[in-house]
């Protein structure tokens, strides 16, 4: 079954401990990329990869990382964590990276950052 | 800079109603795409549509229709009979076509449709 999972889908830590969230797409997708989905700021982009060993800034990227060494996989890491990154995280793919492709979405990530 | 309005934040109608949901875009570049989106209460992002601005047709897929106007910059979203299950958060969203970008989304703010029994 093609799909983007995501890892943990439920997660509460501490401020400051790091923490990484998996992602990983069965496609065979070029671009993939990281939102998060918070109240009254609705979905907003981390991060984005264009192809291996090539990714960048989204709107939001403070406090977080990323990397792409496989196709497939895609992981946010999180250095320190701290309350304000208490959020709904999702993790997308899109076969094309030139613009305007379907991104399709995994099931969510829920953080909780005490 | 690109931007999605989705003026209704709300929205609650009884089952077989008709509903429409309102969306309107705003972006400077003639080559860009739209899409629907559908959040139900277990929280994940289903894709609807996809719809490109070079391609104004109306579609049509069972209760769900939409209606694309480029003279309106709008892309608004129809569920005939309306069902219990149709219950969800809808996002419309704008894609540019960047090759520096790739396929970034700009969201909507979604609109809580609830359809009662």
């Known amino acids: 079954e093609a799909q983007v999972t995501q890892n943990p889908r439920y997660l509460i830590t501490v401020t400051g401990k790091k923490l990484t969230v998996t992602c990983s797409q069965n496609m065979n997708h070029e671009y993939m990329s990281w939102y998060r989905q918070d109240p009254g700021l609705g979905l907003r982009q981390i991060y984005y990869?264009?192809?291996?060993?090539?990714?960048d800034k989204g709107d939001v990227p403070e406090g977080y990382k990323v990397s792409r060494k496989e196709k497939r996989n895609f992981p946010l890491i999180l250095e320190s964590p701290s309350p304000n990154q208490t959020s709904l995280y999702f993790c997308?793919?899109?076969?094309?990276?030139?613009?305007?492709?379907?991104?399709?979405f995994g099931p969510g990530t829920r953080l909780l950052v005490l | 800079a690109q931007k999605v309005t989705q003026a209704q934040t709300e929205i609650s109608v009884v089952e077989k109603e008709d509903v429409t949901l309102d969306c309107v875009y705003e972006?400077?570049?003639?080559?860009?795409?739209l899409f629907w989106y559908k959040q139900p209460p277990s929280g994940e992002l289903v894709f609807l549509i996809r719809r490109n601005s070079f391609d104004e047709q109306n579609e049509i897929s069972g209760r769900y229709s939409w209606n694309f106007q480029k003279s309106t910059s709008s892309f608004n979203f129809t569920i005939t009979a309306s069902q219990v299950v149709d219950s969800a958060v809808y996002f419309c969203?704008?894609?540019?076509?960047?090759?520096?970008?790739?396929?970034?989304?700009?969201f909507g703010e979604g609109t809580q449709l609830t359809v009662n029994p």
């Open positions: 990869s264009m192809n291996v060993e090539v990714t």
């Open positions: 969203a704008l894609s540019e076509a960047r090759e520096t970008s790739g396929s970034r989304l700009t």
């Open positions: 997308a793919s899109s076969f094309s990276a030139r613009g305007g492709g379907t991104q399709y």
């Open positions: 972006t400077r570049d003639t080559t860009y795409y």
